[in-house]
């Protein structure tokens, strides 16, 4: 008897080990299907998430770019109205400027005459049609000579050289300037 029951103590024991493995194999196995599941799971939030940013950023990004075209529409707007006004209420008057000095005589013997013309242009701010400030007189050439008068004909072509930059700068000012001959 004494054989028998070390024989059923090993095949109990061995039966109960082999449910043990079978068992743990089972648990393995479900742990390793949970695992799968959960990095799958985990796969797809990391990618929900990154499709659902990816989203919300295009809105936010349409949203600025909406509102950079408002904001530069409304400059737009700004710009014309204050423009209008401006042309308006202001505007600059602009002229050919020529200042001659003279001194001296011009005698039969001696001759100490000096002759000086200054040519270039002046303007002058106008807030609805009342000047402003004094005119602003800018130099572009000086004519000098002594012993002798200068020639009319080189003050002629400054003059007309002069006026004709004139009449390039007010043609673009949009009307802000205005042509004035003296």
Do not use: C
Request: proline share 2%.
């Amino acid at each position: 008897m004494e054989t028998t029951t070390i024989i059923y103590l090993i095949t109990t024991f061995v039966i109960t080990s082999l449910l043990w493995y079978v068992y743990m194999q089972k648990l393995v196995n479900k742990y390793n299907i949970l695992k799968n599941d959960f990095e799958k799971v985990n796969t797809n939030i990391s990618k929900e998430v990154e499709y659902k940013s990816d989203e919300v950023i295009r809105n936010f990004e349409k949203q600025i770019s909406e509102l950079h075209l408002k904001v530069s529409e409304e400059q737009q707007k700004s710009y014309k109205a204050g423009y209008a006004t401006a042309q308006s209420e202001y505007s600059v008057s602009i002229s050919p400027y020529k200042e001659e000095f003279r001194h001296g005589d011009n005698g039969w013997i001696v001759n100490n005459i000096y002759h000086r013309i200054e040519v270039g242009y002046q303007y002058q701010l106008f807030i609805r049609d009342l000047p402003v400030l004094a005119p602003a007189v800018i130099v572009n050439e000086v004519l000098e000579e002594s012993k002798r008068e200068i020639d009319q004909q080189k003050v002629k072509a400054v003059m007309d050289f002069i006026e004709s930059n004139i009449k390039t700068l007010i043609e673009n000012s949009n009307g802000l300037l205005k042509f004035q001959k003296n």
